[in-house]
């Protein structure tokens, strides 16, 4: 249910106050009260930090290496797609990030899928066996697909100019029998690595709405994920334990073309979180030579081919997951728990990270520490650089927020 529009004026209004105005007691250790205020200062980091998405019930933003922004035309803001839970399960919301502004975008049965293409101004997402885009300005929906009824396929990114998507498919029942038996992680993550199930990735021809095989094998084929700027470019990986796979792929959905991005070097290395920069000159990969010892953020030169730029971090400071501006010379972090493979003893906290010769310089901006890192945060910066937008659940319930890169004064 959505709040008031009385409430969310004020919410509003009171989100336009400048951090100038914050006094001493909108210090705040974050979480430590619920709720919060619509804004605070992390006492810890001195940070402003904005709860971005104001309606009731659990909102989620995008996964961190899916893109959420649309680019304003004009001066009205910047919109960013996310999840908010309804009475009809979850849907797809935009927030315009300048106003804080929310609209529902869809309103049908299970809502799936974390595609924007910022070119066309759509939101991709599969109901069912059917695939539809919607626009985010006009809410105009289109319907793309459907799936036969044996195919059992699900849509996962579409590619920069809004052209075509992908999907996989695994061969036969067995999967879905490791699954049904095994439904949690720790439990089905091996056996199906282990099993070595028959998959086929295909290609969603948008216009001409025309399905294509362009690749099969026996791996665990995942995570797919196209370039923000090279619509033939399809990132996917091989699932399964890191410290078993070489995972991270790139294939060319245009030539066939398909090549590994990184060759373990060692027992027990592991390289995976694979995502593009914004301009899709690099794709970066968390590092770990071995798997929870040493720890890096590394990138391969997409034009070259050549893994050119690595940087190596403290074990606090590793991140679940990481992401980078346009420059690609401010990194941000969301940390972890000590449940986490870096075992870390002092690492919930959302970081922004800066290159300082071969290592990571870093900084806090958010303590997690009433944050339950069952939901990962999945750092994204702002469309203008100056946020970095995150999930997290210290008020009781899933939510969205900003935290402000430039430090209160």
Not at 62 to 67: D, G, I, M, V
Not at 169 to 179: F, K, M, N, S, V
Not at 240 to 255: A, C, L, S
Not at 287 to 312: C, H, S, W
């Amino acid at each position: 249910m959505m709040i008031s529009k009385k409430l969310a004026l004020m919410t509003f209004a009171l989100l336009q106050v400048s951090f100038f105005t914050l006094k001493a007691q909108d210090l705040i250790e974050t979480g430590g009260v619920k709720p919060m205020p619509a804004q605070w200062i992390d006492k810890e980091t001195g940070h402003k930090v904005v709860r971005l998405v104001n309606r009731e019930n659990d909102n989620g933003s995008f996964y961190f290496n899916n893109n959420p922004f649309v680019l304003q035309e004009k001066n009205e803001g910047d919109l960013m797609v996310f999840y908010g839970k309804t009475d009809k399960g979850q849907q797809l919301f935009t927030v315009n990030l300048k106003t804080l502004k929310t609209d529902q975008l869809t309103s049908r049965e299970k809502v799936s899928g974390e595609m924007v293409c910022a070119k066309t101004r759509e939101a991709f997402y599969q109901s069912g066996d059917s695939i539809f885009a919607v626009n985010v300005n006009t809410h105009k929906t289109g319907f793309i697909y459907a799936f036969a009824p044996d195919f059992k396929g699900r849509v996962g990114t579409v590619n920069a100019d809004g052209t075509f998507m992908a999907c996989v498919q695994a061969t036969g029942e067995q999967e879905r029998e490791i699954l049904a038996k095994y439904p949690e992680k720790h439990d089905f993550f091996n056996r199906i690595y282990d099993a070595h199930i028959q998959r086929t990735l295909y290609v969603l021809d948008v216009k001409h709405k025309l399905l294509k095989q362009i690749h099969q094998e026996n791996e665990w084929t995942n995570h797919l994920l196209f370039s923000p700027t090279d619509p033939d470019n399809l990132s996917y990986c091989h699932e399964g334990p890191w410290e078993k796979v070489d995972r991270i792929w790139n294939i060319n959905i245009k030539t066939g073309e398909n090549k590994l991005l990184h060759k373990r070097t060692m027992v027990n290395e592991i390289a995976g979180h694979e995502f593009f920069s914004p301009l899709g000159n690099t794709e970066w990969f968390d590092l770990q030579k071995p798997k929870g010892q040493t720890f890096f953020l590394a990138g391969i030169n997409m034009n070259t081919g050549k893994e050119d730029r690595v940087y190596q971090m403290d074990r606090n400071e590793w991140s679940i997951h990481f992401n980078v501006t346009r420059d690609e010379q401010t990194f941000a972090g969301d940390g972890g728990n000590a449940g986490q493979v870096a075992k870390a003893p002092d690492g919930m906290w959302i970081y922004l990270f800066k290159p300082n010769g071969d290592r990571f310089k870093s900084e806090k901006l958010v303590n997690m520490k009433n944050h339950n890192y069952h939901l990962e945060p999945n750092v994204h910066f702002s469309p203008d650089e100056k946020w970095v937008i995150f999930r997290a659940n210290f008020e009781g319930h899933e939510g969205v927020y900003a935290v402000e890169i430039a430090k209160h004064k």
